[in-house]
């Protein structure tokens, strides 16, 4: 079913461990975050989401767009 969806999924290499490792140990995020943050970051895109944590990060860490509970 996921695999319908107008997605693409990216997998879970060394620079994207290292980059999300260094994410969570500068902030306060989960590590799952963190994979976001690091994804969007290496991607040049935008985070999605609704959690209050990523919110919080500065604009030079990721560009967020906020979602709607």
Do not use: C, N, W
Request: proline fraction near 6%; charged fraction near 25%.
């Amino acid at each position: 079913m996921l695999r319908k969806l107008p997605l693409e999924l990216i997998a879970a290499r060394e620079q994207l461990v290292l980059e999300a490792g260094l994410i969570k140990a500068a902030h306060r995020v989960s590590y799952a975050d963190a994979f976001a943050v690091a994804t969007a970051r290496l991607e040049g895109g935008t985070l999605l989401t609704g959690d209050p944590e990523v919110h919080v990060l500065p604009r030079e860490v990721v560009t967020v767009t906020k979602l709607a509970p």
